[in-house]
Structures are given as structure tokens and as C-alpha cells.
């Protein structure tokens, strides 16, 4: 669910050891093979590391202690190899402090793109060209910054369509008195803050997030977001109930609007805790999703879904046979008789973290999908019609 801090074994030769907190899959030019996106957060040195305490007590440093690092492109070869391509990808000349990753096709130009938290420092987008090369666009886009203009502390992240318009927004989590900000999709090749205008900035304010999840959890047709919560400080240097805080569910009242839920969710039923890394899955076979969770000095938890309503769902279990096999990248279109959704195939979700398909989608009253779209990574389209909701359908690519 969520991988943990790893040093390079070859240290990089410019940098040094890297340290890398998280990564992705996602087949970046398109060849059918799944290349790895690495993450790297600073640059530290044990022999150099600076002492920073709070309260007399020896803490965490902050991040401007330490120099950025560059994020790693590894290129598929197809016989079990890979090479590094970060150079070439243009992601070597852009350094960064870098907590989450998130992958979608932002203007839906049939390429993935690459969304980078960093923590205390500008945000990275790196817009796919094609070929595994990239152009770093995230002042000309409007998300490498909150509307401020200040740096925040870039936890996780994730990349999906939250307003059905069939453009994926994005959710940033960071910590308190930074607010948990939401970018609109323009689908004019950028985006607008709207944390003010959705409700995210009050309920968010207090709080400090690191995995954000962006899913439908009540299966109304409109995904929500679950946000994993706690703060880095150590417990000697804070107050418990500032550090350790329990996790939110913010339910999507459609029109970019949320209402945070915690208590009403049942997620105060468990102590607090600094919670870290989320993953979601069907872990029952019921239709609703489910969540884990992570913690530091505590065991993982597992929330499991009993929201009380009788609405429908549909999960489209992909495998690829042109495109890659888990069919990472592939945009479905669910319709139904009260609207159209979206969503798209990829385990790159919140922080450190990895959740795998089926893709999800919640049908409200609808007992039926009149139409399911699948756009592969391949260009091939395929068309399912009149499916049957509640179930999983499996989903072969074939020929064009």
C-alpha cells in the first residue's frame, strides 16, 4: 500500500544518494510497456545532517534546510530491463522536494502527464510530448503555486475528474493553516484554484493531510475525496490532539462543492493517529470501496464502507493486450439515463501509495450503464452497451 523511505544502492552521480518517497507506473510513450516514474524528496547527508529542535526537544528539520533533488524516468526495455531516461525526459533540470505523484491526460491528447508535490517549494507538472519527453508547465498551467503565491507543504495527491466534465481536476493535501487546495481542470490547458469557492479553505484550514483519495464512496455518480490525516511533528514538541488527528471523507455535493465529514463518517470510532499512506479496494465484494490506512507507531487500519443506501455500482476490470497489460492510463466514459462520468486506470494515488483497479464508479438509482467508453492508451476505443450495474465486468482490449 504505501512504499517507504529506500536509498539508491548506486548513488546518483551528481546528487548523491537519493532519497525516494514515492513512485509510479505508467507507460509514458505509449509502447505498450510500463515504465517507472521515482519521486526523490532532499538531498541528506548523516554526516552533514543539521540539529533543529522544538521546545528543547530534538525534532524534524524543515525542508529549507536542504537542497532539492531531481525525480528519475526509467524507460522499459522490454526484456526485463530498464534504462534511465531522466536526463532526456527533461526532468533532470527541474529539482524538487518531491512527496506525491499523480498521472493523468490532462488535456486528453491521448498522453499521460505527471503531476509532482514538493514539499515547501512550487509544484512540478510535467506535460508529456510524446516520445518520453516532457515540458515542466506548472506556473504557465496555474497549479505551482496556491492563489497566495506561498509555498505549502505538498503532501499527496490526486488526479481525477471531479465535476464529471470529463477533465481530470486535482486534490493537493498539506498541512495545517495551508488548506487542502483543489484545481479546476479548464480544459484550456491549465486549471483555477477553486479551494475557496468549493468550501475546501474553512473546513481544511485546521487541518494537516498527507493521502488524498479521490473516489466515490457513497456510489451517488460523484467521487469524493478521502484525505489520511496526522502532522510531522514528534509528539514531544506539540500537543497530542494537534499531531495526531483522525482521517475525513469530504462528500462531493456536486458543482465543486464539499461537506467534510469525520464523526458523521464514523472515523473518530478510532483512536487518532498520524496516519500516512491510503489505499482503497472493494475489500468485500459489496460495491462500496474501502479504505487502509497507515500510521506511524501504530498498526495499519482498516475502514471498511457500510454507508446505508441502496445505490448501484460498476467496476471495469481492464487488461490490456496492445496497451499495457493493466491497462494503466485507459479513460472510461460511464452514461447512464442520469449522466455521463469519468475516470481513468492508474494506481498512482495519494502519498507513498498504490491502489489498484478495478476502476470504480458509483451509478446512484441506475440499474444499468447505457454506455461504457474505453479509450486505450493503444487509440483503441471500444464501446460496451446496455451493461447491468452491481457487478465487475472484465474488459479485454482488442483489435481496433
Known sequence: MACQVVFSRNPDPEYGP????????????????????????IRWDFNHEPICDSGGHRDYCHPKMYKPSPNQLFINNGDGTFRD??????????????????????????????????????????????????DEIAFNANVALRESG?????MGVDFRDLDNDGLPDLCVVALDNETFPIYRNTGKGGFEEVTQ????????????????????FDNDGWKDIFVSRGHVQSLLSAPRLMIEQPNTVFRNLKSMHFAALTAEAGLTS??????????????????????????????AEVWVNDSPNANHWLEIKLQGTHSNRDG????????????????????????????????????????????VEICWPSGIVQRLLNVAADRVVKVIETAQ
Open 85 to 134: 531516461a531522466s536526463r532526456e525526459a527533461g526532468f533532470r533540470e527541474h529539482l524538487g522536494k518531491g512527496m506525491g505523484v499523480a498521472a493523468a491526460d490532462f488535456d486528453l491528447d491521448g498522453k499521460i502527464d505527471l503531476f509532482i508535490t514538493n514539499d515547501k517549494l512550487f509544484n512540478s507538472f510535467f506535460h508529456n510530448k510524446g516520445g518520453g519527453k516532457f
Open 18 to 41: 537519493l532519497w525516494s518517497v514515492d513512485a509510479t507506473w505508467v507507460d509514458v510513450n505509449n509502447d505498450g510497456l510500463l515504465d517507472l516514474v521515482v519521486i526523490n524528496y
Open 328 to 371: 494503466i492510463g485507459a479513460r472510461i466514459r460511464v452514461v447512464t439515463a442520469t449522466g455521463a462520468q469519468y475516470n481513468h486506470m492508474t494506481t498512482s494515488v495519494g502519498y507513498a501509495s498504490s491502489s489498484a483497479g478495478p476502476v470504480h464508479f458509483g451509478l446512484g438509482s441506475n440499474k444499468s450503464a447505457e454506455l
Open 197 to 216: 469557492s468549493s468550501g475546501m479553505t474553512m473546513l481544511t484550514l485546521p487541518m494537516a493531510g498527507y493521502s488524498p483519495t479521490i473516489a466515490d
Open 150 to 154: 506561498e509555498f505549502i507543504s505538498g
Open 270 to 299: 478510532f483512536h487518532p493517529s498520524r496516519h500516512r499512506g491510503s489505499a482503497v479496494g472493494d475489500l468485500n465484494g459489496d460495491g462500496r470501496l474501502d479504505v487502509l490506512v497507515s500510521a506511524i507507531h501504530a498498526p
